[in-house]
Every structure is written in C-alpha cells, then in structure tokens.
C-alpha cells in the first residue's frame, strides 16, 4: 500500500505515547485481571504482548480506547489522562481490531462495513471511499468490496474486520489475535499490515500466540502472567535463554530457532534469519 | 475396516460448483491423518462429508463413495453414524449442549440420548474424561471453563459415544500454546489408547508433525499433496499451497538456503 | 498423566467395566455427589411440580380472597417457608427489584384513587386519601405475594431439575432441549451483546451522546446477534446430531427429582384450595 504511492492518503496524525501508570482492574464479579500493570509505549514502537488466554492481555488493551476504566492507577495519551475520555472519541487515534470478526460485521456490503468506522469520524464522500478502498487492498480483499461479508469464509471476515479498523488510520493500531485462523497467506498479509503502518511511524501492538509472528515482526514482547508483566524486552532477551524458566511458567514456549540457538552457543537467535546470520558468522569464524 | 472415501465429491445445497472432490481417502483405526491446506481448501467440507453429517444431515449432493468400516455411510441414520464417528469442530462453544450444570452431565449428554443404564452413562463419563485428561474438572461449570478446557471437555463429551473413528475440524486453532499442547497430546493418547482412527484437520504443523502418521494437503477441495506425515511436511509445494511448513522444517530449510550444512549438532538441537 | 501414558505397553485404559481411578465418591448408582445434588431441607426436596402448585395456590389466593385476607396469610407463609428454606436474602433481593413498580402503585393509588373522598392532608394541589392508602398497600401486598411465591419456587429449584422432571413426565428431549437451551442463551446471548458493543464503540460510534444518535446505532449492534446465532445454527445442529441427540427411544435420566407421597398429597390439597376458592368467589360467598 506504501509501496504502490498512486493513491494520496493522509498522513497519520502526530503519534502519542502510551503510559500505564499503576494500572489495576478488577471485573464485577470481583476477578483482578490487572494487578498493577506499568509500562510506556513510545511513539511508533512494535509492541507484542503474549500470555495464556486470562493472563490480562485483552483487558489491557481494552483500556486504550476507554472501553473499559482502570480500578486504579492512570492511561494516558501523549500527555492526556484517558480514564474520562469518551470511547467514540478516543476511537479516532486508537483502532483496536478484535479476535472474533462476527462479534462485530454488521452490512450487508464489505465497502459499509469498512466504511463504518471512518464514517463516526465524520468522513464522507471521495476521501471516505479512497480510505475504504485503500484499506481492502491493505487487506486483499479489492475483488470483495460489492461482497456480502457473511457470504465470506472465517478468514476473509477476519480480515475485513482488520481493513474496518485500518480504514480509520488511527495512529495507534491494536490488533488481538490477528493471525488466528488464518493460513500462510492470510498471515503473510497481516505481517504486512503491520511493516506498513509501522512504515507510517505508527504504533502497532499486538496480542499473539503466534510466538513465529512475535519474533520476526515485533521489536519488543510484552509477557504477561496473571494480570502482571512478568518479561518486557526485545525478542532476543524475551526468548533468550535466562527468561525461558519464566516463559515455561507462563506455559509458552520460545521459538525454536532460539532453542537451537542457544543449545549450539550461538547466543540469542529468535528468528530463523537471526539463526542463519549466527550460523554464517560462526562458520566464517572458524575457518 | 477404516473410513473410505472413494471418488467422493461434494457440493453443498443450493451450491453450483462442489466444494470437495474428487477424492480417495482411507482412515483406519488407531491412525492418525492430518489435513491441512490453505483456507477455503475444502478442509471442513472433507470433516463433514467424511464423517456422513453431509450429506446425511445438512443436505447436499455427495456423489462416489463414503464407507465406514464397509457401510454406504449414506444409508446409516445420525445417531448411529455418531456412535461409529465422532465430530469435533473449531469452537468449543457451538458443541457444547448448554443444558447441563457439570462437565460430568455434559460429557454425559450422548451416552444419555442413547438410552444406556445409568451405570453404563457413569462408566463412559469417566473413561472419556480420563482418556483426555481431564477428570479433574468433571465437577465445573461448562460455561466457565477456558478455550482449551472447553474443547478438551467437547472431545471427551464425543468420545463417550465410543466412536470407532473421531473427526476434528480444527481443534486447536482457537487455543492458546498451553491449551494447544493438551488437545495434541489428548489426541495422541486418544489414538494410542482407544484405537480410533483420527481425521483432524490443522493449521499448526507442529501439530501435525507431533501426532500424524498421514498427512494430506488439499487444495481447491482435491488432495495435491499426500502420504507419510515426515514426507508430505517436508515437500518444498508446501509455501505455494498457503501452508506453512513445521519450524523444524522450515529452518533446515533456510540454513541450507543460506548455503550452510545441515550439520548432525543442528539436526540435534532442533530436535 | 502424560509420564504414565509415556510407558511404553501401558495397559490400554479404554477396558470398559474399569473403575473409574481416583473418581470422587460415587454414590448413586455411581454418579458423583455434585451430579445427584441432593438438595437440603424440605422446601427444597419437594418435587418441582409440587413447588410450582403451591405457589399457583399462593397467587391465587393472594389475589381471589378480598381485603387482607388473602394476600397477608399468603405473605406470612411465604415469609416463613423462605426463612426456613434460607432463601430469604434471595426474596428479599427480588423484593427489591420490584421497588420501582411499589412506588409508582403507592403514588399512583395514593392521590388517584378514583371516588375516594376522604383526604389524610393537603400537599399543594394533591390530596392523598385513606382508601387510596389502604388500596395502594393491598395491591403491593398482592404484588409481592405474587412475585415472592414465583421466586421462591424459581430460587429453589435448579433448572436442570425442572428439565429433569418434565422429560419424566412426558415433555420429549427436544421440548426439554428447547427449554433448556433457551434458559441457557440468556447470559450468553448478554455476553455477546457486550462483544459486539464494545466492537462498534471502538470503531467510534457513539453510545454515549444523544438518544437519536444511539438509536442509530442498533442495526450495528442487533445485526451481529443475529447473524452470530444464524451462523452457529449449522454447526450446533451437526454437533447434536453427533452427540446421538435423535437416537430413537427413551433418554437416560442421570437424577430424577424425587416424588413422594408428600408431594402428591401437597398437590391435590393445593388443587383442592385453588377449587374451593375459585367456587366461593364464583358464588359470590367470598364478598
């Protein structure tokens, strides 16, 4: 989509950081899903957060457009305390694409369905169609814009719940789950939704079971046990081999490109060409 | 004595083209056969026709054959094809019966629907528990149970009807990497314990490189590429057909690419 | 589990006729304590038919007898058979509920009466009555009889138990079934609800300004649960179908609720007051 340049879009406003303060949630029922949770995003980070279902990942992110309120402690964005923040309006700069695309396809034509959310913002007209076009082809999904989404397959309708979301070039995107459901080619176009807007200087953050997924297209992984952050670091310390007791408590496993790397000495290799790239230089070494 | 398709090609009612088809596929008891293919492959579509639901249930044209253990599965009535083929799909959600208040009346709901004694109901309950793992949460609540208990409790619920054959659509694409790792190993115990022969359809092939012995990869609902689990996993059309390969094959893949032996260390500590 | 399924020529647990290993205490027939569920004390043992003829007799009486002589036995007993039974927090929960419609019959009664002519005092333009009072307190009275015999029966009563005794009555798997599953959907179809909400706020429509602006938001929000529960409606159908749902003949019953003399002794004598009072007031004897 950045790469083709024939279609003018509008760049994506100034970019905010992101800061839990001291976070903590408690459902009705009394369940703490938030046990103090801090951490700041900066503008335009790759952030994974990876954990067992439970583990507060959902609940987190779910405080970033105000949909739920933090029990105690502060969000903020940029330099602005949220917790008061209307959701339609923290909407425009964070779009948050959930796990279930049936919870949320409603028309009976993908381009509305798409064209909801920009629409809240108050588009109309050419720049609402551009930014619907614009983001189906970020999706590919083009050939699907006259579709009924129900007449689509699990995995489309996944996809354009993504491109709704993606339409409305928030400058901070939250995608959970993107890649379940979906095959080689549906994950390969998620993992390109994600270069582009992190190509804009947008903030991508992710929720992932996919741990391949997390450590070639992330900079930094989020673990989380229990309502806590347990491990925060980039891929190569998050997988690396002093946090795998810690990954192992939390019932996940690291890629396997980092345990062979570790086994062989060759020191953090989350990633097959992180793997490959060590296995070269020690060969070269040794000769 | 095995699940026999032969030439079989489905279309669904009120569909034109067939979503499946043709094919020849054979399960036999205590194998496990995995599926995979790209999305919209024509995955779930082998998942129904092959354990009878279609046509049998929910319409549309089969033509060929599918046989169950030498039946023309067509001529068989849905409680009896439930007790020679059990179906699993994708959400725990949609199998449970959400009638019941224990996980033990749960798994408890087919054996009942069968009209066996009471004692036969509680010896069935507890075997399909045990056999997945799960008899510590026969006291629980089936609505407040987590994605992979759920689908570990559907699975027991669907083995107490004793089925010669299961059939799983997806187990494990909802779960998380803890809950994936107990509805393989189920899986793996079910085939080895019970002698059922396994269909189970899964992206992960990880998972299927763990509990396989077949492997078929459909494409546009026809097989393109079948036979030993090892085999089929490593064949280089894997990436065309939307699959992706397990990590381990992947890996050795891209150290040989990068023009790098493929040394007996690194066989090793991928293992 | 899995170090003792690892031992390579483990016997084959499948030997049916095998007791079950480490298996709670069974006790009926072998069936878990938590599956027969007996209940405690006398109110709760009674048969569901029976509860429900009580409190058909409650309502009825509540409302045929004129003045206090019905509703305020009725609310004694009531009273006392939810102090014994220890459901009193639960009447007193569903008393409260009903709190708003108290108040509104009190106002309403109070200074509307229509012909009641003698006033307690002046309040500006109002005049409450005597007989406005006097009517208003009889028809809550009757209110709560009303809502607390129901209750009692319904807080007494699991839901599966009433399932239970009405397939051995007679009611097919599929009628219990209906029934069943339709008491089941109301918390799910809830949650769901609260997916899909959360889902079209994200996109930025707007719950939380005027009432036009969110009624335009119901086609969003109603089109997902329908097409949801439409799009699960295939894939439940094929699962009870291989969960043997249409086997010919009788379904087992894991538990019958109990039916003992008492309960049919109790049931004639609650037809036998329902009778009598019906032929009194049809005789024109109960004023």
């Known amino acids: 989509m950045t790469a083709s340049g024939s279609r003018r879009l509008d760049p994506a406003p100034a970019v905010p950081s992101i800061e839990f303060e001291a976070v903590s949630f408690a459902y009705p029922d009394g369940t703490v899903a938030l046990d103090g949770v801090s951490l700041r995003v900066e503008p335009g980070e790759l952030v994974a957060i990876v954990g067992q279902n439970g583990s507060g990942k959902s609940t987190l992110v779910r405080h970033l457009d105000g949909l739920l309120r933090p029990t105690s402690g502060r969000v903020l964005l940029g330099d602005r305390d949220i917790r008061r923040a209307h959701v339609a309006e923290l909407a425009g700069r964070v779009g948050l694409a959930f796990q279930n695309p049936d919870r949320q396809l409603f028309a009976g034509r993908a381009s509305t369905e798409v064209g909801f959310g920009p629409r809240n913002l108050g588009l109309r007209g050419a720049p609402l169609e551009d930014r619907v076009a614009a983001a189906l082809e970020a999706v590919g999904l083009s050939a699907d814009v006259a579709s009924n989404p129900y007449d689509l397959g699990y995995s489309r309708r996944k996809l354009l719940a993504l491109a709704s979301v993606l339409a409305m070039r928030t400058p901070i995107l939250v995608l959970d789950e993107p890649t379940t459901g979906q095959d080689a080619r549906g994950v390969a176009r998620v993992r390109a939704v994600v270069a582009a807007a992190a190509g804009e200087g947008r903030t991508v953050v992710a929720i992932s079971h996919d741990m391949r997924f997390v450590a070639e297209c992330f900079r930094r992984v989020i673990v989380m046990r229990a309502g806590r952050v347990v491990l925060d670091g980039a891929p190569e310390s998050v997988f690396g081999e002093a946090a795998w007791p810690e990954l192992r408590a939390t019932y996940l496993e690291p890629p396997l490109p980092a345990v062979a790397g570790a086994r062989l000495g060759l020191g953090a290799t989350p990633t097959v060409s992180a793997l490959v790239a060590a296995l070269a230089a020690a060969a070269g070494g040794g000769r | 004595m095995a699940i026999e398709l032969v030439s079989a090609r489905y279309r669904y009612a009120g569909s034109a083209s067939p979503a499946l088809g043709p094919i020849d596929l054979r399960v036999e008891p205590g194998r496990v056969v995995g599926v995979a293919g790209a999305n919209e492959s024509g995955k779930t579509t082998l998942c129904v026709v092959a354990s009878g639901v279609a046509p049998a249930v929910i319409g549309g044209r089969l033509d060929g054959s599918v046989r169950i253990d030498g039946v023309d599965a067509a001529t068989l009535r849905p409680h009896e094809l439930a007790q020679l083929c059990g179906l699993l799909f994708q959400h725990a959600n949609t199998q449970l019966s959400h009638t019941t208040a224990t996980v033990f009346e749960e798994v408890a709901f087919g054996p009942c629907n069968l009209g066996l004694p009471v004692s036969e109901v509680v010896e069935r309950v507890w075997w399909g528990l045990r056999v997945v793992g799960v008899e510590a949460l026969a006291s629980r609540d089936p609505a407040r149970l987590s994605g992979g208990q759920g689908q570990l409790v559907a699975l027991a619920s669907v083995l107490a009807l004793r089925p010669k054959y299961l059939i799983l659509d997806e187990p494990t694409s909802e779960l998380d990497p803890a809950g994936t790792v107990q509805v393989a190993d189920a899986l793996a115990r079910v085939a080895a314990e019970s002698g059922a022969g396994i269909l189970v359809v899964e992206h992960k092939t990880d998972v299927l490189a763990r509990i396989a012995d077949e492997v078929v990869i459909l494409d546009r609902g026809v097989p393109a590429v079948s036979g030993r689990a090892t085999d089929v996993l490593a064949d280089p059309r894997l990436a065309e057909l939307g699959v992706e390969p397990p990590a381990a094959v992947r890996l050795e893949r891209e150290v040989r690419a990068g023009g790098l032996d493929w040394s007996a260390a690194l066989a090793k500590a991928t293992a | ?287």
């Open chain 3, 1 to 287: 589990m899995t170090a003792s399924s690892a031992t390579p020529g483990a016997a084959p647990l499948a030997a049916p006729g095998a007791a079950p290993l480490a298996a709670p205490l069974a006790t009926d027939m072998g069936l878990p304590d938590y599956v027969v569920r007996r209940p405690k004390g006398f109110y709760h043992s009674l048969n569901p038919a029976t509860k429900l003829a009580l409190a058909a007799l409650e309502v009825v009486a509540a409302f045929a007898i004129p003045g206090w002589l019905g509703p305020g036995p009725v609310l004694a007993v009531l009273v006392a058979t939810a102090l014994a039974s220890r459901t009193m927090r639960s009447l007193l929960l569903i008393g409260l509920a009903a709190l708003p419609l108290v108040v509104s019959i009190m106002v309403v009664n109070l200074f509307l009466l229509p012909g009641a002519s003698d006033p307690i005092g002046r309040l500006g333009p109002l005049a409450p009555t005597w007989s406005g009072l006097w009517f208003g307190l009889l028809t809550t009275a009757r209110l709560l009889a009303f809502s607390s015999a129901v209750a009692l029966a319904y807080v007494t009563t699991p839901v599966d138990d009433l399932l239970a005794d009405l397939s051995r009555r007679g009611l097919g798997r599929r009628g219990v079934f209906v029934v069943g599953a339709a008491v089941q959907m109301v918390p799910r179809t809830i949650e769901r609800v609260g997916e899909i909400m959360d889902a079209q706020r994200a996109r930025g429509m707007d719950t939380e300004g005027r009432i036009w602006r969110r009624a335009r938001g119901l086609v969003p929000l109603a089109a997902p649960v329908v097409f949801g529960a439409l799009a699960e409606v295939e894939e439940r159908t094929m699962a009870l179908e291989s969960r043997a749902f249409t086997a010919p003949g009788r379904q087992t019953l894991l538990r019958v609720p109990p039916d003992r003399s008492i309960d049919r002794a109790l049931r004639w004598l609650a037809l036998a007051g329902v009778v009598a009072i019906a032929a009194l007031r049809l005789t024109g004897r109960l004023g």
